[in-house]
């Protein structure tokens, strides 16, 4: 079979191989067809002789065929008689009627089984709660209790069974079941009558009662009460009032001092058998100056526990809990507000003398611990020992409010003026004697100004407190570094407001705030210089300053240009009533003109009076030398607008600007002195710039 396999290369039937782009001539062709013929009868003699040695194989394979054949015409005829048959009779809709009546009886039977279950449920329950019913009257009150107990998850009750409806899909007679349970769980209330009767104060006396027998029903002791309760789950009902009473009673004057806890055993005590157990409350001498005893304190705290532990707790770790987390929130908040929060250290030196105060605390919660009466892993529980430790930030926090309250109240209390004869005595021939001590030379300025009381009280504060910074532990001194910063940021909160109408006219007031923020701005920039390297590591590098100083100046500035402003508003108005200086040589001209010089002397005046013995002098000079420019300049203009000016109009004009030089002549030959003082100045500086 290779031969018919194989491909046949016609090219190589040729006699002769020539080149394959040659056209075959007739021999060729001839040749050609003979090879294929001869090759043809060789193939066909090959598969000739293939079948007959396969015979055998063919045959088998035929048949397997035939069979296949056979049975798909058989499966064919099955099928179209199955198909015959359904249709000529509808078997499918018997079928259907029978699944349905299987299955409706077997939900029936279900039905049936679960309702028989359910009632076999409720009996039990029914029973159940006929056993507590029977256990309360005969005074069991343990075994009714586990028994409300499991009822409870029963009955799927929530809480103290104050909803005992029945839930959607649940049977009705389970609101009638939970109604009976609730009617028993009324063991509660007679669980809490027996703990008063057992637990009474005795006011008159101050004194508490515990009686371990229940009067009125033989058998039945404190000690099962309290196992009832528990077991019900009602503990912390039972005793809510009875320990709302002992600290109103018994720990509250106590942790004040006003008394001290002595136990009694009852006068009906036997030595073999104790049935009553008393705590009395006895007076004791009052604390000189309200100071509480910490250690007496905590002493009678312990032994009023332990009286509980062992009378009506009877030792029980999980009641000694109970009773703990009905006391001990309200009598820790006591015993800090009343003791610890009293006794922080005033002053930075006595931090180490609250180390004693600190241990006993510790001591104290140790006590308790140990007794079960608080928890050793609530954190919540360690009131007392987290705020010993942490007396530190507690001073801190105590002085920064001080420090803040006091800050407020020297800028609430702040005067911003000056007494009536000060502009005289800084104006008269001894300045030097007529100066106050308000007056103080900026820190990196060669210049002095007057400043405020409040600001140079507000930065005495503020050097005392980072003094204090720099002896303080790391937490006291960060404390103490917000507080100068709040300090001074309360200035802007502050005098801005305070003075507000003040700063809408000229007065003292202004240039004394806008002296005070010059003086803040430059001591805040000194405040890291002087202090930074003393401060604690943790807070060097946290400590800025520098960010505050460019607010004041900012403050300072947005005070002066205001006042500059009302003061060049009002030259502009009086310079505006002279008519443009026009007709001077007529006399109602010229005086109306004059008048409108002496107004421009005036108010140049009154601010001369005001500023230059308040203002940093360069502050002043530059102040003055803009509004007598404006001045200047807006004369000026009047007078160049003026068209076809007479020559008696010039003399009179010339006498206007003569009178207006006279009455400036005092402000303007200091500020010229001054101007040929600073021009050698200069002079020198640019010198030296240009050896540089």
């Not at 033989?218 to 320990?243: C, E, H, P, Q, R």
Request: glycine fraction near 4%.
């Amino acid at each position: 079979m290779d031969v018919m396999i194989n491909t046949i290369n016609v090219r190589e039937l040729l006699s002769s191989p020539e080149s394959p782009s040659s056209p075959l001539s007739a021999p060729d062709l001839r040749h050609l067809i003979s090879r294929l013929d001869s090759h043809s009868i060789r193939i066909k003699s090959t598969v000739q002789s293939y079948l007959l040695s396969h015979n055998s194989d063919f045959s088998a394979l035929f048949s397997r065929c035939s069979d296949v054949v056979s049975k798909s015409e058989n499966i064919a005829g099955d099928f179209a008689a199955l198909l015959s048959l359904v249709c000529d009779r509808p078997v499918e809709a018997d079928v259907g009627r029978i699944v349905k009546e299987i299955v409706e009886k077997r939900r029936e039977a279900r039905e049936k089984r679960e309702i028989l279950e359910c009632l076999g449920v409720i009996l039990e329950l029914d029973g159940k709660l006929g056993v507590v019913r029977e256990d309360v009257k005969s005074g069991r009150v343990v075994e009714a209790a586990e028994g409300l107990r499991e009822l409870k998850a029963a009955l799927g009750m929530k809480g103290g069974g104050d909803s005992h409806t029945a839930a959607e899909g649940e049977p009705a007679v389970y609101a009638i079941l939970r109604k009976q349970w609730v009617d028993c769980f009324e063991i509660q209330e007679l669980l809490l009558r027996f703990v008063e009767n057992a637990v009474w104060f005795d006011r008159d006396a101050n004194a508490v009662h515990v009686k371990y027998q229940i009067d009125g029903i033989n058998g039945l002791k404190l000690s099962t009460i309290m196992n009832a309760m528990y077991v019900a789950g009602v503990l912390d009902y039972g005793l809510a009032k009875i320990a709302d009473l002992i600290t109103k009673y018994v720990f509250t004057p106590v942790v004040s001092c006003k008394a001290n806890p002595i136990v009694e055993e009852g006068e009906n005590n036997r030595p073999d058998h104790v049935e009553e157990a008393v705590l009395k409350m006895a007076p004791s001498v009052e604390p000189e100056g309200n100071k509480v005893d910490g250690e007496l304190m905590y002493s009678n705290i312990v032994q009023i526990i332990d009286f509980f532990r062992q009378y009506l707790c009877f030792n029980d770790e999980s009641w000694m809990c109970c009773f703990g987390r009905l006391t001990w929130p309200r009598m820790s908040d006591m015993i800090i507000s009343n003791f610890l929060a009293k006794v922080v250290p005033d002053d930075v030196s006595k931090l180490a003398e609250f180390q004693q105060i600190r241990k006993l605390t510790i001591d104290f919660e140790t006590a308790l611990k140990e007794l079960k009466f608080i928890s050793s892993s609530n954190d919540k529980d360690h009131k007392l020992s987290n705020f010993a430790d942490n007396v530190e930030v507690h001073f801190a926090s105590r002085k920064k409010v001080q420090i803040l309250a006091r800050a407020r109240n020297i800028l609430l209390q702040s005067d911003f003026s000056l007494p009536q004869d000060y502009i005289t005595r800084t104006l008269g021939a001894n300045k030097e004697e007529g100066a106050d001590s308000n007056r103080v030379i900026l820190l990196f300025s060669s210049e002095e100004c007057v400043v405020s009381v409040s600001a140079k009280e507000l930065m005495k504060l503020v050097h005392q407190t980072l003094k204090d910074v720099c002896l303080s532990p790391p937490k006291v001194a960060l404390e103490f570094y917000h507080a100068a910063r709040n300090a001074l940021a309360l200035y802007k909160a502050i005098i801005p407001v305070k003075l507000q109408r003040q700063l809408d006219s000229i007065n003292q007031a202004a240039v004394l705030m806008h002296n005070d923020c010059l003086y803040l701005s430059q001591e805040i920039l000194g405040l890291a210089f002087q202090y930074r390297q003393y401060f604690p590591s943790s807070v060097k590098e946290l400590a800025v300053f520098i960010d505050l100083a460019p607010k004041f100046q900012l403050l300072a500035e947005e005070v002066l240009q205001p006042q500059i402003q009302l003061v060049m508003s009002n030259l502009k108005q009086a310079i505006n009533g002279a008519n443009g200086f026009q007709n001077t040589h007529q006399t109602k001209q010229f005086e109306s003109a004059k008048f409108c010089i002496d107004q421009i002397a005036f108010v140049i005046e009154k601010v001369h009076i005001i500023w230059e013995p308040l203002l940093l002098p360069s502050v002043y000079e530059k102040s003055m030398t803009l509004i007598l420019e404006s001045v200047f300049t807006r004369l000026a203009k009047e007078i160049l607008l003026i068209d076809d000016m007479a020559a008696e109009e010039t003399l009179q004009l010339q006498r206007l600007i003569q009178l207006l030089f006279e009455h400036l002549s005092s402000l303007l030959e200091p500020m010229l002195a001054m101007d040929e003082r600073e021009k050698p100045q200069e002079a020198q500086k640019d010198m030296d710039n240009v050896r540089v």
